[in-house]
C-alpha cells in the first residue's frame, strides 16, 4: 500500500463541517423491563429517510420502516432512545372475535388513529409520515435466539466454526402452535429479566426489546 507522499495528493477542500460533525456511533441502550411504556414518534422528515423494502417469498414486497439511530423512538418516561423495526408483512391472529390479519405496522397506525389512503406500500408509507411527532402506547417485551446460521459468543469472544443451537427465548416462553420447538423462558435474576444469559447450549445471548401491541395514550391498555 503506498504512503500519503506517493499518492500526489491535491490540497482540494474537503467539504463539510469537522468540528460539528458526529462519530457515527449509535447509541445503544440496554433495553427496559417488560412492560406498557409511552413512546414518541421521530419528525416526519427523520421518519422520510427511515423506509427499506423487503421482500417476502409469499407475500412479495412489503415495506419496513427502521426506528433507528436518529430515527428511534423516544421513551417518554426516561427519554431514552429504543429502536425498533415495523413492517407491514401480514399474519393472522387470533382474537375473541375470531382470526384476523394484521401487521404491526397498521397496528401501530390503528392506534394513532391514522388510515392510509390505499391498502398498498405508497399507502402505508404516507400514513407512516403523518404519525411523525406523534406518542402511543406500546407493549414492549424481550426476546432473543441462539442462531443456527451464526458463530456463537462464549466469554466475550465469538467462537469460530461453531454456530448456535436454533433455541429461541422470550420473557413470556410458549410452545408453537405448529407444534415446534417450545420457546423457553429468558432468566430472571430476582424479579427482573435478565438482559445477558447463557443458553442451553452454553452460548452467550443478549435480550432485544421488541414491540408486540400498540395503544392511545389516553387508552387503558
Known amino acids: 500500500m503506498p504512503n500519503p507522499n506517493d499518492l500526489n495528493l491535491n490540497a482540494e477542500v474537503v467539504?463539510?463541517?469537522?468540528?460539528?460533525?458526529?462519530?457515527g456511533m449509535s447509541k445503544i441502550l440496554p433495553p427496559p423491563q417488560p412492560g406498557i411504556y409511552i413512546f414518541q414518534m421521530p419528525s416526519a422528515e427523520i421518519l422520510y429517510n427511515a423506509f427499506e423494502?423487503?421482500?417476502?417469498?409469499?407475500q412479495g414486497q412489503r415495506l419496513q420502516i427502521v426506528l433507528e439511530d436518529e430515527a428511534a423512538l423516544t421513551l417518554q418516561k426516561?427519554?431514552?432512545?429504543?429502536h425498533a423495526k415495523l413492517n407491514n408483512r401480514t399474519?393472522?391472529?387470533?382474537?375473541?372475535?375470531?382470526?384476523?390479519?394484521?401487521n404491526d405496522m397498521g397496528m401501530l397506525l390503528k392506534a394513532l388513529g391514522i388510515t392510509p389512503e390505499s391498502n398498498t406500500n405508497p399507502g402505508y408509507a404516507q400514513a407512516m409520515l403523518e404519525a411523525g411527532g406523534k406518542?402511543?402506547?406500546g407493549e414492549h417485551g424481550l426476546s432473543t435466539n441462539c442462531s443456527e446460521k451464526r458463530d456463537i459468543y462464549k466469554d466475550g469472544k465469538p467462537v469460530v466454526g461453531t454456530k448456535g443451537c436454533g433455541q429461541k427465548y422470550a420473557h413470556e416462553g410458549y410452545a408453537p402452535r405448529d407444534g415446534g420447538k417450545p420457546v423457553l423462558n429468558i432468566p430472571?435474576?430476582?424479579?427482573?429479566?435478565k438482559l445477558q444469559f447463557d443458553c442451553v447450549c452454553g452460548a452467550s445471548l443478549?435480550?432485544?426489546g421488541r414491540l408486540k401491541g400498540f395503544g392511545s395514550v389516553g387508552s387503558k391498555v
Open 188 to 193: 430472571k435474576e430476582g424479579d427482573q429479566f
Open 91 to 102: 399474519r393472522v391472529m387470533n382474537y375473541r372475535s375470531g382470526a384476523v390479519t394484521v
Open 206 to 208: 443478549k435480550s432485544w
Open 15 to 23: 467539504e463539510g463541517d469537522f468540528d460539528n460533525m458526529p462519530t
Open 135 to 137: 406518542t402511543f402506547k
Open 78 to 82: 426516561t427519554g431514552q432512545p429504543y
Open 53 to 58: 423494502t423487503m421482500d417476502d417469498a409469499v
